[in-house]
């Protein structure tokens, strides 16, 4: 039994493997960040990409759609944009006398949110139902989503003009929050060759298979988190809610978001344990939106700081 | 706005800086009362530049502007005319330094530096005023000092009742301390004396008597001293504080000498030995044994029961059966005392005192003068003459008042004693003192104080200054000295009593004072708590000095050595360590961390001997990467123990606990003894 396991997990490690390989070839040099979206799509939550634009936030949003090959929709949020825009809308048929309902762009498998924070709170709140319950309640009537369902979002700082915060609540409804950066100067170079970017979008194949990315989903809660791990992450938590610190917290959905996103982190590196490596590579990519600090420190600094701070070693278990 | 060029973690804060700045107003405030007050402006403005500077609204100053303004303020205290080599210079010149101080408070340290300045500054505000409310504010001083020096090593603010409630905690744990020290750390005397605050007023009875000065007197409720009894309390109308006697008279003004002479050279005239008072003294009745506490009067006459045979304090036996201060009384003193009342005293007295004692100015007085011999001649006995004058002022229309006319200044007695017939103890006392010389009889005026009140709380006499009295000491054959008060046949209530209920009627007790605690009955009662507070207080606290230690420390221990001492002392200090150590939990037990990461401490101790140390957020596997390629000699051991222990931490149910706990103890013990 354990061996059919072990078999059917190198089955879908190498499938893993070559989903990022896939990644790798269209984002250059970004392998920590493609790994994290990998990461937060495996382990079915939702992903928020935050950067300048120009940064390739897009891209990397298609390239995970086409190497899932799941049925993908993009909406460009502005701040004109309404809920029925996103969601659908009940148009009266004079054939059959009757309403019947337009779906939207939302009733898709990957739903890639451009520039998320250019709408309106408004229609901001309309993704709320959504990724929360992977559901929509429109004129009374519940419509469920595809399974699975992805929000991918991008947005811009919040220092550029035209853009609207997003709520705390929202913000915790996504898994990671990531950011490009500016390419390595060699990649940039590769870039500027034209040997990269969306020209090559269109080369990539399917990779996974909607069965295998379903079991990969189930794989994800069995890799083992041990007591002593789990003493590493309260320690982690138990810091981020200290007063001289911060002003919020990271909330128990962030912590179990936390433990997740190692979990699958583990999965990705072909591991079936997590470890203290794992809770470190995704911690800032969880906690940097989550946090909010005091005298206005970023989040994400406030995430690097205290994973320095706190100590690895340690526990009564 | 952070200064450049200093660290800004170690800058102080916005709140940080309030902090210090309500500290230094509560430390300075009280000593306005006695230093310069334009210092305390001088702190205002100078935290209100700094705060400017912090707002980013004007530079920090440089060395040539903080250079004049020391200078300034300098000039300023020399200008406010302080003695230049006194306590007060050397204050005020702290409290300049202190004020400015808040200018340059850029860094912790700075601010450290002010909190310890103020604490010093919280002493020598003792040196000032040791009253209880004093002690109290120093007590709010300290607090406020603390949480300010709470405040300035806080990077994130904290709410001021936290603050202020953790400064509490931490004096509350220096009480038992504070309390063995004061009561066993030895009371030295002072190694100098510094010139003290030269602008102290004298307050209570002068030594002259010109009918109208008692009344002014008793207009005064000020505290003058109080009393306890070791014994039954003496009644209240045998209650004859004695001061001053009065010999010489001029017509109008009763004095103790002939000229005006310096309070020194007076003191020196007067002290005597106590053979000279015992030769002179035929102890009769029994001994009272009382302890009084003198307040502050700035003179050095004292008052107490004649005569005193035995003291213990600072004092000096008088040649008239009086005391004097050693030193002029600048701070409550205490002074134990035993006196005999019934004793008789100069039943043979030398002739040169005996003349003293019938001087009379030359003329002036007439009628009371030809009063006096007429009366004498018709007495059998001196006895007999003072019983008829003595009458005379019972059954003749005398009134006893505050509010007497005025007399005329070259027949005052007679003008007092056939005219107008008003006034209070010093007419009737200098009058009666008059009579008597002028038919042959020594006699004198005595002033002191009459009476006093009685504090059931405090079990002790108060006597105010309102309790001013005089009355005459005449002098008869075999019997010495006589204590004989005329005004008690006018007013019998004010020696039965107390004055309040001689001058009911008029209505003249305390007028002068329009808020008068003790005319207002309920209002009274709270001036009688709080007297017996303070008098506890001066008693037991300001009062504890070399002897009373002595004394205290002998009934707790039995017997007193240094042996004993330092045995109790050390004991009460180790309790006292002990109940820190409880309160701020060094005796809680940490939970306790489980073996393996214990061991794995230790395999980290051992390697940061050898150089390498371990970051907290390192993982063990980069920490093992970073050793190994460090000390590759131990390659294979620091990779096999962290192996061990990442699978005991991170795969616990792949192996077994205690299988993997040996194997580390093995490898560590290697890792250890491997050179």
Not at chain 1, 66 to 87: C, E, H, M, W
């Amino acid at each position: 039994m354990l061996n059919t396991v072990n078999q059917l997990n190198t089955a879908l490690f190498k499938d893993i493997d070559a989903c990022l390989n896939a990644l790798y070839r269209v984002i250059l040099g970004k392998e920590q960040q493609v790994q994290l979206a990998l990461t937060a799509i495996l382990a079915d939550g939702h992903l928020l990409i935050e950067d300048l634009p120009g940064m390739g936030k897009t891209t990397l949003a298609y390239a995970l759609s086409r190497v899932l090959g799941l049925n993908y929709k993009r909406v460009q949020f502005t701040s004109d944009l309404l809920p029925a825009d996103l969601i659908g809308v009940s148009v009266y048929d004079p054939r059959t006398a009757a309403f019947s309902f337009h779906r939207g762009p939302v009733f898709s498998s990957i739903f890639l949110a451009d520039e998320l924070n250019r709408a309106t709170p408004k229609a901001q709140s309309a993704l709320l139902e959504a990724m929360e319950e992977g559901q929509v309640s429109i004129d009374g009537e519940t419509h469920a989503l595809p399974d699975p369902f992805f929000v991918i979002a991008t947005q811009n700082p919040q220092t550029q003009y035209g853009t609207f915060p997003l709520p705390e609540s929202q913000l915790d409804r996504f898994m990671f929050r990531i950011a490009l950066g500016y390419p390595e100067p060699v990649v940039e170079r590769e870039i500027l060759k034209g040997n990269q970017g969306r020209a090559k979008l269109a080369d990539i194949q399917q990779v996974l298979s909607r069965d295998s990315l379903l079991e990969i989903q189930q794989l994800v809660p069995q890799v083992k988190v041990s007591e002593t791990l789990l003493d590493y992450v309260q320690r982690l938590i138990a810091r981020t809610r200290e007063d001289d610190l911060c002003d919020l917290g990271l909330s128990p959905r962030g912590a179990l978001a936390l433990i997740k996103g190692a979990q699958c982190w583990a999965l990705l590196q072909g591991r079936m344990h997590a470890l203290p490596e794992d809770i470190q590579a995704v911690f800032v990519a969880v906690a940097g939106h989550r946090l909010i600090g005091k005298q206005e420190t970023r989040g994400e600094q406030l995430a690097r700081h205290i994973l320095h701070e706190v100590d690895v070693i340690g526990g009564s278990h | 706005m952070f200064i450049k060029g200093f660290p800004q973690d170690k800058q102080i804060t916005y709140a940080g800086m309030l902090w210090l700045l309500a500290a230094q107003l509560s430390v300075m405030s009280p000593l306005a009362f006695y230093l310069p007050v334009w210092l305390i402006p001088v702190l205002l403005i100078s935290a209100a530049w700094r705060i400017r500077v912090m707002k980013g609204r004007t530079e920090q100053p440089g060395i040539v502007v903080i250079g004049a303004l020391g200078f300034c303020g300098i000039a300023g205290l020399l200008a406010s005319g302080i003695a230049l080599v006194s306590l007060d210079m050397m204050a005020s010149l702290l409290m300049l330094g202190f004020a400015y101080k808040a200018i340059e408070v850029i860094q912790r340290r700075d601010g450290i530096v002010v909190v310890l300045t103020g604490y010093l500054l919280v002493g020598v505000l003792f040196l000032y005023s040791q009253s209880i409310l004093t002690a109290m504010y120093g007590v709010f001083a300290m607090t406020m000092l603390s949480g300010a020096l709470i405040a300035i090593q806080q990077s994130a603010q904290q709410s001021i009742g936290s603050n202020l409630k953790l400064s509490a905690i931490m004096l509350l744990l220096c009480l038992p301390l504070m309390l063995v020290l004061f009561v066993f750390a030895p009371r030295f005397a002072p190694l100098w004396t510094l010139p003290l605050h030269s602008n102290h007023a004298r307050t209570g009875i002068s030594d002259q008597m010109t009918p109208g000065d008692i009344a002014n007197l008793s207009q005064s409720e000020g505290l003058a001293f109080s009393v306890k009894f070791n014994r039954a309390r003496p009644d209240q109308n045998q209650l004859y504080w004695r001061g001053m006697v009065l010999n010489y008279f001029d017509g109008n003004t009763w004095s103790q000498f002939q000229e005006e002479l310096d309070p020194d050279v007076e003191k020196k005239t007067l002290q005597t030995s106590f053979s000279n008072i015992a030769d002179r003294l035929d102890k009769r009745g029994e001994g009272i044994e009382y302890d009084i506490i003198y307040e502050a009067s700035g003179q050095s006459w004292l008052f107490a029961l004649a005569p005193v045979v035995s003291l213990q304090g600072e004092a000096l036996y008088g040649r008239n059966f009086n005391i004097i201060a050693k030193h002029d009384v600048r701070e409550p003193m205490m002074l134990k005392l035993i006196s005999y009342p019934d004793s008789r005293r100069d039943v043979a007295l030398a002739d040169m005192l005996h003349q003293q004692a019938l001087q009379l100015p030359p003329d002036g007085n007439a009628a009371s003068r030809e009063l006096a011999v007429r009366l004498f001649k018709t007495s059998s006995s001196p006895q007999d003459f003072i019983d008829s004058i003595l009458n005379r002022y019972r059954q003749d229309a005398f009134y006893y008042t505050l509010r007497p006319p005025l007399l005329d200044p070259q027949h005052s007695i007679d003008d007092f004693l056939l005219n107008s017939k008003k006034g209070f103890c010093a007419h009737y006392a200098g009058s009666f003192v008059f009579l008597m010389r002028a038919a042959g009889i020594p006699a004198r005026v005595v002033i002191g104080y009459q009476g006093g009140e009685w504090n059931n709380n405090g079990e002790f006499l108060a006597v105010h200054h309102y309790d001013a009295h005089a009355w005459a000491e005449v002098l008869l054959k075999n019997r010495g000295w006589v204590r004989i008060d005329p005004t008690s046949m006018v007013a019998p209530q004010r020696v039965e009593q107390n004055l309040q209920a001689a001058v009911q009627e008029e209505g003249s007790f305390l007028e002068a004072k329009i808020f008068s605690m003790t005319r207002n009955q309920w209002l009274n009662g709270v001036r009688k708590q709080l007297d017996s507070v303070q008098y506890r207080w001066r008693r037991y606290v300001l009062g504890y000095d070399t002897r009373q230690q002595a004394a205290f420390l002998k009934r707790l221990l039995g017997e007193v050595s240094v042996g004993h001492i330092a045995i109790v002392v050390g004991t009460l200090f180790t309790v006292i360590i002990l109940i820190w150590g409880i309160v701020l939990g060094l005796f809680r037990k940490q939970p306790r961390e489980a073996i393996e990461h214990r061991l794995y401490r230790r395999f980290c101790q051992i390697l940061q001997k050898k150089g390498i140390k371990r970051l907290p957020s390192q993982t063990p596997q980069q920490f093992c990467r970073i050793a190994t390629a460090q000390l590759p000699a131990f390659n294979q051991d620091i990779t096999k123990f962290t192996e061990t222990y990442s699978t005991l931490c991170y795969q616990p149910d792949r192996v077994s606990y205690q299988q993997q706990i040996d194997i580390m103890k093995r490898l560590l013990s290697k890792i250890r003894k491997q050179r």
